[in-house]
């Protein structure tokens, strides 16, 4: 009996620790991305974390930053403030508004906010406030407990004018908004990172819940569109969001933004959501609201700003637990993708063996290049790609292949650019290709080559994902004979850069990018650095610039069911375009998102091409048809 209860508390230690890790997005990141320019607004200093905006008037008023110092008033040695920004001008400046007969000027530190308009046509600003002591609140230390227990004592309340009503209690709920109509109500349950939907009755006084939408993302402040569209600023970070406002004042804490826009179904029981806004917290630290005006052209977002936030708790994880959470974390099971394109997109058509795509023209349609003289047609199955241009001009390929019966070789393909086909050169078999995947030429002769595992069964597989110990790594291949590089680890998509000299590897089941000194000489590699992306980025191209471009996995679980039956249209696997640029010594870099789509239009991206001077990209896929989109969207952010 004894053991079965320790099993049982075992299990819910387990769970809550899990729990808790996953509250705070350990396993998640920001990619940069922007709608058009952006500037930061002057005048609020401390922070703008909520907005409201006056219709009538084109005008928006806003919040100064937030203040929960509780430990240590004396800290607060400003005063809040009450902005208006004009929504008609580009002056990028917020004025301050003189507040008459305040009962208590040092103590306003005002927080949410919201408008009303009079008959007589004057607004009416209802703002939350509090004051330096934080008196009506629980302490920071209670606040923790809360945060760790899941037991919260927050709710929903509706005063009358008279007196107040509780409408939701013991949860907790951050954002609030009603609709245009004035029947629906949107709360931010945001340590669940969920938006609860409720039919509200003023007249009854009654709410009734209709849907909670999943997030997986902590959405702060909302707003409410002329078409009805929801729009938050949301905290995608968790963790780092907490260390931020621990420390505001600290320039070298950043807490990641995030802008959404959601649009519900008519039954309000889905919604769909686009991400308009991403950044690491360098620009923008800490969104809590995001407004739109100028019919949807122009974007105001707030920060939090400071808030005091202290959070003590032990994990004790065994190796049994480690090994668990590790792979759910793999799996990302805490991730989803929120839809954004740099322009318009289209799908290419085109068969899925080789085929040749016409950049110079919009055709949307890639053409069946005919192969003379391959040894196993029925066994032509491409994977990897490369290519050399020899001497004479002459395109030559390098084809990572696979036969039915999962037998693998490199085929080497010469383009005849006058007929448009290819000529089989040879076909090259070692015992070295264990399970290739990607390929780069590095001569008429030679290339380097990726195994990203060495299992040849499902069951193999499996057991190389669960343990972890992985058989693949990289080959060179110097014309004559091949030469290890790296074993037991997973090697994904490689890239070499434009001088030869860097390799660039896909460790994905890590989520990470190894990037290597690269010696063809001397046939030696040598790791620089390791990249961490949380994201699972497949194959690389690197453009003129020197920027690496990638398209990625970011949620491993919903690629793999796709995976496991391409076929089935109702399963999609969630894409993602990446621009990544490296600092000088490779050490550091700064990653841009181009596109995310949930796979309804692009499923399972693996590479992602710039061309035209990156005014238009092609991304393909694992098993569905290529994309082209045009890049009308900032990529260089800083």
């Known amino acids: 009996m004894l053991k079965i209860v320790?099993?049982?508390?075992?299990?819910?230690?387990?769970?809550?620790?899990?729990?808790?890790?996953?509250?705070?997005?350990?396993?998640?990141?920001?990619?940069?991305?922007?709608?058009?320019?952006?500037?930061?607004?002057?005048?609020?200093?401390?922070?703008?974390?909520?907005?409201?905006?006056?219709?009538?008037?084109n005008i928006a008023f806003i919040t100064s930053g937030l203040v929960y110092l509780n430990d240590d008033p004396s800290r607060a040695t400003w005063k809040g403030h009450i902005f208006v920004y004009d929504l008609t001008k580009r002056t990028y400046k917020a004025e301050s508004i003189p507040i008459l007969n305040l009962e208590d000027e040092e103590g306003f530190h005002p927080h949410g906010i919201s408008h009303w308009v009079k008959k007589d046509g004057s607004i009416r600003l209802f703002i939350v406030v509090h004051s330096k002591d934080f008196k009506h609140s629980i302490t920071v230390l209670a606040n923790a407990i809360e945060m760790l227990t899941g037991f919260f004592k927050g709710g929903l309340v509706y005063y009358d004018g008279k007196k107040t009503q509780y409408l939701l209690e013991n949860t907790v709920a951050n954002g609030i908004i009603l609709s245009r109509d004035r029947k629906t109500l949107f709360v931010s349950h945001i340590n669940q990172e969920t938006i609860g939907v409720f039919a509200w009755n003023q007249e009854k006084v009654s709410i009734r819940k209709i849907s909670e939408i999943e997030t997986l993302t902590g959405c702060d402040n909302f707003f409410i569109d002329q078409e009805n569209n929801l729009w938050s600023g949301c905290h995608p970070v968790l963790k780092d969001a907490v260390g931020h406002l621990g420390d505001a004042t600290n320039p070298s804490l950043f807490s990641q933004s995030q802008v959404l826009r959601f649009k519900f179904s008519s039954d309000l029981k889905t919604a769909e959501m686009v991400?308009?806004?991403?950044?690491?917290g360098k620009f923008t630290s800490a969104s809590a609201i995001a407004a739109t005006f100028d019919n949807g052209k122009q974007l105001l977002i707030g920060t939090v700003f400071q808030m005091l936030l202290k959070a003590l708790f032990v994990l004790l994880l065994g190796l049994s637990v480690q090994f668990v959470f590790k792979t759910l974390l793999m799996m990302d099971i805490n991730k989803r993708v929120y839809n954004h394109r740099p322009g318009e997109c289209r799908k290419v058509e085109g068969p899925r063996e080789i085929y040749l795509y016409d950049l110079t023209k919009r055709t949307y349609k890639a053409e069946l290049i005919p192969i003379l003289n391959l040894e196993d047609e029925e066994g032509f199955y491409p994977?990897?790609?490369?290519?050399?241009?020899?001497?004479?001009?002459?395109?030559r390929l390098f084809v990572v292949v696979h036969s039915k019966t999962f037998k693998h070789s490199v085929v080497i393909l010469d383009y005849d650019d006058w007929k448009q086909h290819l000529n089989h050169v040879k076909t090259i078999r070692d015992d070295t290709f264990i399970r290739p995947n990607d390929i780069v030429a590095t001569g008429e002769n030679s290339f380097l080559l990726s195994n990203d595992g060495g299992a040849q069964t499902e069951l193999g597989n499996m057991w190389e994902v669960i343990s972890g110990f992985y058989r693949g790594g990289i080959v060179y291949f110097d014309g004559n004979k091949s030469h290890y590089l790296m074993e037991n680890h997973v090697a994904n998509g490689i890239s070499l850069s434009r001088d030869g000299n860097t390799l660039f590897v896909s460790h994905i089941n890590q989520e990470t990018i190894g990037v290597y000194s690269w010696n063809q000489e001397k046939i030696s590699l040598k790791k620089i650095s390791e990249i961490e992306t949380l994201t699972g980025c497949d194959n690389f191209y690197i453009d003129k610039d020197n920027h690496m471009w990638t398209g990625c996995h970011p949620v491993t679980k919903d690629v793999l069911a796709h995976f496991g039956n391409r076929s089935d249209p109702s399963l999609y696997g969630p894409s993602q375009v990446l621009r990544i640029t490296f600092s000088k010594g490779f050490e550091k870099a700064e990653m841009v998102e181009v596109l995310a789509d949930d796979g309804r239009l692009v499923s399972a991206?693996?590479?992602?091409?710039p061309f035209d001077d990156g005014k238009q990209v092609l991304i393909g896929t694992v098993g569905r048809h290529p994309v082209h989109c045009d890049v009308a969207v900032p990529l260089s952010l800083y």
């Open 6 to 57: 320790l099993v049982v508390l075992l299990a819910f230690l387990v769970q809550y620790v899990f729990k808790t890790l996953l509250m705070f997005d350990i396993h998640k990141q920001t990619y940069n991305h922007r709608p058009g320019q952006c500037r930061k607004i002057e005048g609020p200093v401390h922070g703008s974390e909520d907005i409201t905006i006056v219709d009538e008037k």
């Open 383 to 395: 994977h990897g790609l490369s290519h050399w241009v020899m001497n004479d001009g002459t395109i």
């Open 275 to 280: 991400e308009v806004f991403s950044d690491d």
């Open 605 to 609: 991206s693996t590479i992602a091409f």
